[in-house]
């Protein structure tokens, strides 16, 4: 992971995100985390743990993040090459999330959609649709997209 807080670096970084994430452009400290398939285990049936590893080191990072009292938001919305550019990240790896980490502040300058979802109860899949019991059951299956 790189965590930028370098205020040139830190622009430049956020001219890679897109239109939807303005704004992550207040954010004090944006956190890049990064993977290669090929540098991490790799077992059978296509099973490549650096995906996993990169997933559990996000969560804690962000727990831990909001233990002392930051808002994080994980982002997917940004163009990867640019970003990979502006923080001189080689080729071969992979930037696979950004994490905006910031202290809560005013909600001024958020659309009307990101101000309601502020203040709205969240709303999360039902246990149900990712968790069986014993062995398969087809609710596991995602949702035909629509
Ligand atoms: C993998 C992933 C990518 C996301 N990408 C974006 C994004 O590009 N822009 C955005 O506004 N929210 C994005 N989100 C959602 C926000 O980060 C969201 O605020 C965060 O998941 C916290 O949700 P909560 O406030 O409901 O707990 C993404 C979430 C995840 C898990």
Redesign the pocket.
């Known amino acids: 992971m790189i965590t930028v807080t370098d205020p040139v670096r830190l622009e430049s970084l956020k001219a890679s995100l897109?239109q939807?994430?303005y704004?992550a452009k207040k954010a004090p400290a944006i956190t890049a985390f990064l993977a290669n398939a090929d540098w991490s285990m790799k077992m059978d049936s296509g099973r490549d743990l650096a995906w996993f590893e990169l997933g559990m080191a996000a969560m804690n990072y962000q727990l831990q993040a909001v233990k002392e009292g930051l808002h994080v938001?994980?982002?997917?919305?940004f163009n990867a090459a640019a970003a990979k550019l502006a923080l001189g990240v080689p080729e071969a790896v992979t930037l696979e999330?950004l994490v905006v980490l910031a202290y809560p502040g005013p909600a001024a300058g958020l659309n009307e959609r990101h101000l309601a979802a502020e203040t709205a109860p969240?709303s999360r899949r039902p246990l149900e649709a990712v968790y069986a019991a014993n062995a398969w059951d087809d609710r596991l299956l995602p949702a035909p997209k629509a």
């Open positions: 897109s939807g994430n704004w938001h994980p982002i997917v919305g999330v969240r």
